[in-house]
């Protein structure tokens, strides 16, 4: 399995960006997606995840209403659009999947089974 993270960049505070993350070896229709974030010094954090079939989406408070996750189950891939960016948003970003289950929460990092390796995105006032 792999996932491979892109779109990262530096951006002005209030701007936006958006992250891709292409999957493949995996039946990626049933698997959930998400992304974390990691800035330096701290642990992993949630971020946003997405249900297989779309119809359910789960953000973290801070970023409700400026960050919206999608997937497209034709092409393996998740995408998180990232609007009104705050210095916090800082981070290492991380999509990772995690295999179906009920009880699962996935907004952990432990519900999730495979990682990409990141991608930077930097905030500037």
């Known amino acids: 399995v792999q996932l491979q993270a892109s779109g990262g960049g530096l951006v002005q505070a209030g701007g936006s960006l958006g992250l891709s993350c292409a999957a493949s070896?995996?039946?990626?229709?049933?698997?959930?997606m998400g992304w974390f974030r990691q800035a330096p010094g701290k642990e992993r954090e949630f971020v946003a995840r997405?249900?297989?079939?779309?119809?359910?989406?789960y953000y973290t408070d801070s970023v409700k209403g400026r960050f919206t996750i999608s997937r497209d189950n034709a092409k393996n891939t998740v995408t998180l659009e990232m609007n009104s960016l705050k210095l916090e948003d800082t981070a290492r970003y991380y999509c990772?999947?995690?295999?179906?289950?009920?009880?699962?929460?996935?907004?952990?990092?432990?519900?999730?089974?495979?990682w990409g390796q990141g991608t930077q995105v930097t905030v500037s006032s």
């Open positions: 070896g995996l039946s990626f229709s049933g698997y959930v």
């Open positions: 997405i249900s297989w079939n779309s119809g359910t989406t």
């Open positions: 990772a999947t995690g295999k179906p289950s009920f009880t699962r929460r996935y907004i952990h990092p432990s519900s999730y089974d495979f």
